[in-house]
C-alpha cells in the first residue's frame, strides 16, 4: 500500500480559519517554507512553526519559463530530507499556481487558498534494535505477571493493536514493531522455559 508524505501549499491569501486548520492538521517537527514577504510573514504567525525563507518563492512581475521546475526542486528537496515529516510552502497566489502545474498537475487551486499535496514515498523503516528490546520486555512483564494474568494475555493485546495499526499508513511501522516484538517475546520465553527446564531454579 503506497504511502503519501503531505505537503500543504498555502496562499498568502489564506484567511485565518483555513491557516488554523492546516495548524492543527500538521504533524510534529513540519517544516515550513516561505516567501520572505510581509504577506507570507501573516500566514507563518498564524502556523506558528518556524519558517524557512526562500528567494525563490517571492513573486516576480516576469517569471522565467522554467520557474515552476525550480519551485518544484526547492520544496523536493526539503520533502526529501525527512520523507516523514510534513512541509509547508506559503507564497503568493501566483507563484502557488506555478509550483502546482509542475508538483501536482491534477491539484490545481480552486477550491480555495490552500491545496494539499500527497507524494508518494515508502513506508517508515522498522527499528530492528527497539522491536528486539521490547520483545525482551514484553518477555519480562508477561513473566512477571503470570502469577495473576494468564501469560497469552499481554501478547495478545499486544498483537490486536499491531494489527490495529497496521491498517493506518502513518502507524503502520509502529504496528510492523510491535509484532516483531511479540515474536521476540515468543523465542524468548521459550528459551527462558527450556532453561529452567534443564536447570531446575534457575528462572
Keep these: 500500500m503506497t504511502d503519501f508524505q503531505r505537503i500543504f ?28 514577504t510581509g504577506e507570507a510573514k501573516q500566514v507563518v504567525q498564524g502556523l506558528g512553526r518556524e519558517p524557512v525563507a526562500d528567494v525563490l518563492l517571492a513573486p516576480v512581475k516576469h517569471p522565467d519559463v522554467d520557474r515552476g521546475h525550480r519551485l518544484d526542486a526547492v520544496v523536493r528537496r526539503h520533502a526529501v530530507a525527512d520523507r516523514f515529516r510534513d512541509v509547508v510552502v506559503v507564497a503568493d497566489p501566483a507563484t502557488v499556481t506555478l509550483l502546482l502545474r509542475v508538483l501536482a498537475p491534477d491539484q490545481l487551486p480552486g477550491a480555495g487558498p490552500v491545496t494539499e499535496v500527497g507524494l508518494p514515498r515508502g513506508s517508515r523503516p522498522v527499528s530492528l534494535g527497539r522491536a528486539v528490546a521490547g520483545g525482551v520486555a514484553l518477555a519480562v512483564v508477561t513473566g512477571l505477571l503470570a502469577p495473576v494474568v494468564a501469560f497469552w494475555v499481554l501478547p495478545a493485546l499486544v498483537v490486536v493493536t499491531a494489527v490495529v495499526l497496521l491498517l493506518l499508513p502513518r502507524w503502520r511501522y509502529v504496528g510492523q514493531t510491535l509484532l516483531i516484538a511479540t515474536g521476540v517475546a515468543a523465542v524468548f520465553s521459550l528459551l527462558a522455559i527450556a532453561g529452567s527446564s534443564r536447570f531446575p531454579g534457575s528462572w
Design 9 to 36: 501549499v498555502v496562499s498568502t491569501q489564506a484567511g485565518a480559519p483555513e491557516v488554523a486548520r492546516v495548524r492543527k492538521a500538521l504533524g510534529h517537527g513540519a517544516t515550513v517554507l516561505t516567501a520572505p
